[in-house]
């Protein structure tokens, strides 16, 4: 008999018993594939990868401890009971019974996800690691046409627009965004909250048309709990601030579809609504006690209404848009918060048609700005004489105003990204603008920095009032190359030159000095050259100089290399043909442009 023999029934060990194939957790927790799908994503339940799959590589495993997990939710027979709902449905119109039929339907059974929320983020901060791929799947659906008969029900679309909308105005009344970049999939955003950088992409504002290639049903699944997640998260957000939620708006700015500047108002007026209601209560508090009688008898229509004129400013230019003022306490703000809060703070800015106006609508406001567009409902007309830029992307314009300028929408994007106010030369009407550079590309570790790139970096030391180094011709250079390169101020190449510099400017100065000790000393020239003194002082001199920066790292790479183990030596020699890979593409990217640079001249 085998030593580790184990007869037939036994229990299970090793990878036997603590994975699962899909069809026995199916069949474990009977229930329907589509329906243990849900659960999975709900629970966040997610396939593993055993070292050893005792059942073969074409299935897909779980952990046993996971559908367990799974197993003892409620959800489970919540689910039971509406597919057991659904079949009194089917049966009682597979009997002609219409009103048997419509009383069930009436009494359908329902489901919350908050304790599965609670359940997974414990803590608000997990809920703000875990809220990219919620954002972006937000924004996609709110960018999909609203059409009755689709795949998609409406609420759901018109849900999603005003979560994400909600979020925008939160982001853009704190001044939490950090960086943007416009893309082919579309517009990248980088916010900062609580301390947690969120980053979260939005579509263009283009046509969306729904493909048969996804399978909407599980991405439906996922938008349930982001829905949920993210209007908890809008919810803790807004009560951080002092405002209210969910949000009343204005009912004329919704049918206009400025939701999102809608919500900037509300959370604009909030700070003083509170005071006033706070001011109002203590003054107050034992004779208008019988009040609250009376306002739970108004009509609902009545209420709004009253709300709406109690909590929003009025509709007149000037008013309206009071973003620059901050909900939270000034003393709160970080010194970032502050820069983002002031880029923009003495324009006013005009956008026309033609031009992503959700996006700059959010943007703008986020760092300071106030921005109106061409339509109903705005705060101000283009025929306001305090506009500083107006946003345009056609190559002509049929009527110019002298007291402003007029940029393209990249002009806003770069501002925000280098976090200056860019010259608008580059960005005028009808003019190729310069490259759109990513803020999420760091240039010093790519090993290749764009013409444009140090173009803004100079922009910026000269907005700080920082003296820039001239690599090559300062003494500066020539101290210490070394550190230089440590810093990233210069590359390899001018370090070994500025090396090599200060090599020969060494030599020069010894042999100056040993000239001048044997003109004192009465010593000949011919006297010198037999003797060959100077010779040897400038042997010496060559030895006391630094080695050559390439020749001193690749000595220390051979030591280190040698005392690897093999794995080790092996990751680094992937690591370094990695490398060598990147400093090829970067070769290539230069000689784009000395060839571009070659054909302009030409």
């Known amino acids: 008999m085998p030593k580790h023999y184990r007869p037939p029934g036994k229990k299970k060990e090793g990878n036997a018993a603590k994975y699962i194939t899909r ?27 055993p070292k050893k799959k005792v059942e073969g590589n074409h299935k897909t495993y779980y952990h046993t401890k996971d559908i367990a997990f799974v197993a003892h939710d409620p959800l489970v027979e919540k689910f039971r009971d509406i597919r057991a709902h659904k079949r009194k449905v089917k049966k009682a119109l597979a009997r002609k019974n219409r009103e048997l039929a419509d009383r069930l339907l009436n009494r ?44 998609i029900q409406v609420e759901r679309i018109h849900n999603c627009r005003r979560l994400s909308h909600e979020w925008q105005a939160y982001i853009s009344q704190t001044h939490s965004l950090r960086k943007t970049f416009i893309s082919v999939k579309g517009i990248y955003y980088q916010a900062e909250v609580e301390g947690q950088k969120i980053t979260w992409l939005t579509p263009h504002a283009l046509q969306q ?42 009912p004329q700015l919704e049918a206009l579809a400025a939701e999102l500047y809608a919500l900037c108002r509300y959370v604009s007026a909030a700070p003083e609504r509170q005071l006033g209601d706070s001011q109002a209560i203590s003054s107050s508090e034992n004779e208008q006690s019988e009040d609250k009688k009376v306002d739970a008898q108004t009509d609902e229509s009545d209420l709004r209404l009253a709300q709406l004129q109690h909590q929003l400013p009025a509709n007149e230019p000037g008013t309206l848009m009071h973003l620059v003022e901050d909900a939270t306490g000034a003393d709160d703000e970080d010194n970032e918060t502050k820069e983002c809060k002031n880029l923009f703070k003495k324009f006013k800015f005009f956008l026309s048609r033609e031009v992503p106006r959700e996006s700059l609508l959010f943007i703008i406001p986020a760092f300071g700005g106030v921005v109106s567009w061409e339509g109903d409902g705005s705060p101000f007309k283009e025929s306001d004489e305090d506009i500083t830029h107006q946003i345009v992307d056609r190559p002509t314009q049929g009527h110019m105003f002298l007291s402003r300028e007029y940029v393209q929408p990249q002009w806003i994007y770069d501002c925000v990204n280098a976090r200056t106010i860019l010259p608008t030369e580059a960005y005028l009407v009808g003019r190729v603008p310069p490259a759109h550079l990513s803020p999420f590309v760091d240039n010093e570790a790519e090993g290749y920095v764009p013409e444009y790139a140090e173009t803004i970096k100079r922009l910026q030391d000269a907005a700080s009032k920082q003296v820039l180094p001239m690599p090559g011709i300062e003494s500066g250079d020539l101290d210490d190359p070394q550190n230089l390169l440590a810093e990233g101020i210069i590359d390899r190449t001018e370090a070994s030159e500025a090396a090599e510099k200060k090599r020969k400017l060494a030599m020069l100065e010894k042999q100056y000095h040993d000239e001048l000790n044997m003109e004192l000393q009465g010593i000949t020239y011919s006297a010198s ?23 001193m790292e690749k000595d220390t790479r051979d030591l280190s290399m040698v005392a690897m183990s093999r794995k080790k030596r092996r990751l680094y020699e992937a690591m370094q043909i990695s490398k060598e890979r990147k400093k090829a593409n970067v070769n290539i990217l230069k000689e784009r442009k000395k060839k571009a640079e070659a054909s302009k001249k030409e």
Do not use: W
């Not at 954002?135 to 609203?146: D, G, Q, R, W």
């Open 209 to 250: 048309v729904l493909t048969d290639d996804v399978d909407f049903n599980v991405m439906l699944t996922f938008l349930e709990f982001y829905e949920a997640l993210l209007g908890f998260v809008n919810f803790k957000l807004y009560h951080s601030i002092n405002v209210k939620y969910p949000p009343l708006l204005d």
């Open 23 to 49: 069809t026995k957790a199916v069949h474990h927790l009977q229930v329907s594939l589509p329906t243990f799908r849900k659960l999975c994503i709900l629970k966040g339940i997610f396939p593993r990868e």
């Open 108 to 151: 359908q059974p329902t489901y919350k996800l908050d304790r599965l929320i609670l359940e997974r983020y414990p803590a608000f901060v997990d809920a703000l690691r875990d809220l990219d791929d919620c954002l972006t799947m937000v924004h996609l659906f709110a960018a999909l046409p609203a059409v009755g008969g689709e795949r």
């Open 529 to 551: 050259l037999s003797n060959k003194n100077l010779q040897s002082s400038v042997e010496d001199v060559q030895e006391d100089a630094p080695a050559d920066p390439e020749q």
